[in-house]
């Protein structure tokens, strides 16, 4: 059984609060990438539970609200339900149709890949992991995985076999006022994955910008982030592609990251979901990791989660 740290529900006596799930699946096959996020907003006007639905390139999206009491989590082993959807690391059960849309997810997913950790970094924000009431806290639950299941998206029935997934999770108050985010782990070596994020956080009447990067690579991690004084460098090339530079003593990561299309996700603020960011699932990202002067990786990763906000 996996056990993996902040994994659970942080919103227990808090108002003002969001916390919410991402279970992404790419069915490479079809060309469909789902991406499936429950959670909770906490405030005084508006509370519910909440399933965001996300599928691309078809470009569906919708924001599904719940009664809050119809949300509960189990911490170990790990569950997240809403009503009649549940979501673990075991499988995934998700049904909806209203009018346009007839959608249903069931998956068994297999192999999760949870980061290394350790005292100092028992979480992928490292030593912050331990600052109380951060305004946002991020945590990555599997860099990779596979699932088996079936789809069934309107008059479409799918049945998958060995198809990739990945999964992460927020929670706190507010989305970072200016971040860049990204996912992949469909490249051509099929052991590489990569997460990144950039974001500006504030901290006890000041900001600072913060950057954690895992990448994952025949089972060697390598992280680029604040807390191990990594350093990074973003360019904006065009609209739709950042240039973002990473650098850790002799190693060096560049990452070209584009993303041609994206949908408007809701997004928290002070609990509230009522703010709006850009996602985009169709993202390529060309990664090239050095050590001093030997190249070691040089790969391009597509089906791509990318978001970029106000960087």
């Known amino acids: 059984m996996y056990k993996i740290k902040d994994i659970g529900f942080h919103g227990h006596h808090r108002n003002h609060f969001f916390e919410g799930w991402y279970f992404k699946t790419v069915l490479s096959e079809s060309n469909?990438?789902?991406?499936?996020?429950?959670?909770?907003?906490?405030?005084?006007?508006?509370?519910?539970?909440?399933?965001?639905?996300f599928i691309s390139p078809q470009m569906i999206f919708k924001y599904i609200r719940f009664d809050y009491r119809d949300f509960s989590v189990q911490d170990h082993p790990f569950k997240v339900s809403i009503k009649d959807n549940v979501f673990s690391l075991e499988?995934?059960?998700?049904?909806?149709?209203?009018?346009?849309?007839?959608?249903?997810?069931?998956?068994?997913?297999?192999?999760?890949?949870?980061?290394?950790?350790s005292l100092y970094s028992p979480t992928i924000m490292g030593p912050f992991h331990y600052v109380p009431r951060m305004e946002c806290n991020?945590?990555?639950?599997?860099?990779?995985?596979?699932?088996?299941?079936?789809?069934?998206?309107?008059?479409?029935?799918?049945?998958?076999?060995?198809?990739?997934?990945?999964?992460?999770?927020?929670?706190?108050?507010?989305?970072?006022?200016?971040?860049?985010?990204?996912?992949?782990?469909?490249f051509t070596n099929p052991n590489t994955s990569?997460?990144?994020?950039?974001?500006?956080?504030?901290?006890?009447?000041?900001?600072?910008?913060?950057?954690?990067?895992?990448?994952?690579?025949?089972?060697?991690?390598?992280?680029?982030?604040?807390?191990?004084?990594?350093?990074?460098?973003?360019?904006?090339?065009?609209?739709?592609?950042?240039?973002?530079?990473?650098?850790k003593g002799p190693l060096k990561c560049i990452l070209k990251i584009t993303s041609p299309s994206s949908i408007a996700l809701v997004s928290p603020k002070q609990g509230s979901m009522k703010n709006?960011?850009?996602?985009?699932?169709?993202?390529?990202?060309?990664?090239?990791?050095?050590?001093?002067?030997?190249?070691?990786?040089?790969?391009?990763?597509?089906?791509?989660g990318v978001e970029f906000s106000g960087y």
């Open 194 to 247: 990569l997460f990144l994020s950039i974001a500006t956080i504030p901290m006890i009447g000041f900001e600072f910008e913060g950057l954690i990067t895992t990448i994952t690579h025949h089972n060697q991690e390598t992280r680029f982030a604040t807390y191990n004084f990594s350093k990074f460098k973003i360019e904006t090339i065009d609209e739709h592609t950042r240039l973002i530079t990473l650098t």
């Open 32 to 53: 469909i990438t789902i991406a499936l996020i429950p959670g909770i907003s906490k405030n005084p006007t508006d509370p519910h539970a909440f399933i965001q639905v």
């Open 276 to 304: 709006m960011i850009k996602e985009g699932l169709e993202g390529q990202i060309h990664l090239q990791l050095f050590n001093g002067s030997t190249l070691l990786i040089d790969d391009i990763g597509i089906h791509s």
């Open 91 to 117: 499988s995934i059960e998700f049904s909806y149709t209203y009018e346009d849309l007839n959608l249903s997810l069931t998956a068994k997913i297999n192999g999760i890949t949870p980061i290394k950790t």
């Open 138 to 186: 991020h945590g990555v639950i599997s860099m990779n995985h596979t699932l088996d299941g079936t789809l069934t998206l309107n008059d479409s029935i799918i049945d998958f076999k060995n198809e990739k997934g990945y999964i992460e999770k927020d929670w706190g108050t507010s989305f970072p006022s200016k971040y860049v985010w990204c996912q992949s782990n469909h």
